[in-house]
């Protein structure tokens, strides 16, 4: 600010300095789409995206694909930053969705591949979201050493276990598709906090069907199931396969896309041969055995469908008994179908067995 007058004939000149702090207040609109793809609120966030987005009104955008563009931009920008001033904190927190491919962050490791899984952009949206991280802490909450990265994944696998649950209340989502969506390594040296999974809780179906294979729940016989499991699969274990059923909005059926009742059968033997080696609190359900009569004048064709093992079938008619005795069935993967016919006299009742 220039302000003059005159004294005694000379011209008087003062000069002021005038400082104009820039205030802003948040939007009324903030809270629609620019809450979903830039997060909260904030001065430094505001002023970072007009300058990204050209707009002093980008928040007031009903243009889906604008925001997903913006939310792309914002995320590399504080990225950038990070990396070229690792000393300064982040303070702008952008979160990550599921409608942008975001590339390896610079601080992901083979470390990070062991704990967290070999990176894919979907997966690692996923886990951030469970997990409360953006753009101003993901340095250092999905950074550590061998301790925290320990830590780390017991925490994420926790977070899978309750998404593999919304998965599957979710009804239409195939079993296949759960790893791409959200997977985190489970590791056999780790003792984890284990969530009881929704088919064998579902009241609709599903838990009959898993309680045929493997009874009654209890988060000792599961962590067992998962050790087993993972000791089989190897690379390939995914933690859902072990329940290959899908409740499609009250509709419970086998999943194909996991193998199915098949598989199920699979695990169950998997489970019963590795429980004969031990004595735990807890047991695994043998198989139904399944079996039609037909009688014609002085003849008996029995089907004996099984995949559990058979100790004995008894006919016991009015003047003998004849016992059958059954090798047990070694391979629990087929249904092994055992069919004979006897001419017996007076059939009177027919008893059953199990191991």
């Given at each position: 600010m220039l302000q003059h007058r005159l004294v005694w004939g000379y011209l008087v000149i003062r000069l002021f300095k005038v400082y104009v702090k820039e205030a802003y207040t948040k939007p009324d609109k903030w809270d629609m789409m620019a809450l979903t793809y830039l997060g909260p609120w904030s001065a430094d966030k505001q002023i970072m995206v007009v300058k990204l987005s050209g707009r002093n009104d980008f928040y007031a955008s009903y243009d889906y694909y604008q925001f997903v563009r913006w939310n792309l931009a914002a995320v590399d920008s504080v990225r950038t930053l990070q990396q070229t001033a690792p000393e300064k904190a982040a303070t702008i927190d952008i979160p990550f969705t599921t409608d942008n491919t975001y590339p390896k962050p610079w601080y992901w490791t083979t470390r990070h591949d062991h704990y967290l899984g070999v990176y894919k952009s979907d997966a690692f949206v996923n886990l951030c979201n469970a997990l409360e991280v953006t753009t101003a802490n993901e340095a250092k909450r999905l950074v550590g050493d061998e301790t925290a990265m320990q830590q780390l994944n017991v925490q994420a696998v926790h977070q899978m276990m309750l998404k593999y649950n919304t998965y599957y209340l979710d009804g239409w989502r195939q079993g296949a598709s759960y790893k791409d969506n959200f997977y985190v390594p489970m590791l056999p040296h780790i003792e984890y906090d284990v969530v009881e999974p929704q088919a064998w809780a579902d009241e609709q179906g599903g838990k009959a069907l898993v309680e045929q294979y493997y009874g009654s729940y209890s988060p000792e016989k599961y962590r067992f199931m998962i050790q087993v499991w993972m000791e089989h699969q190897g690379a390939n274990f995914v933690l859902n396969q072990l329940f290959p059923i899908m409740n499609e909005w009250g509709s419970v059926s086998w999943d194909a896309s996991i193998g199915g009742e098949a598989a199920m059968k699979q695990c169950n033997q998997l489970f019963r041969n590795a429980a004969a080696h031990g004595s735990y609190p807890f047991s695994f359900s043998c198989c139904t055995l399944m079996v039609s009569i037909a009688v014609c004048v002085n003849h008996i064709e029995m089907k004996l469908m099984t995949i559990g093992r058979v100790k004995a079938i008894i006919f016991v008619s009015k003047s003998n008994a004849i016992k059958l005795k059954f090798v047990p069935f070694l391979d629990y993967n087929m249904?092994?179908?055992?069919?004979?016919?006897?001419?017996?006299?007076?059939?009177?009742?027919?008893?059953?067995?199990?191991?």
């Open positions: 249904i092994a179908i055992t069919s004979f016919r006897n001419r017996l006299h007076g059939v009177h009742s027919l008893k059953k067995w199990f191991l």
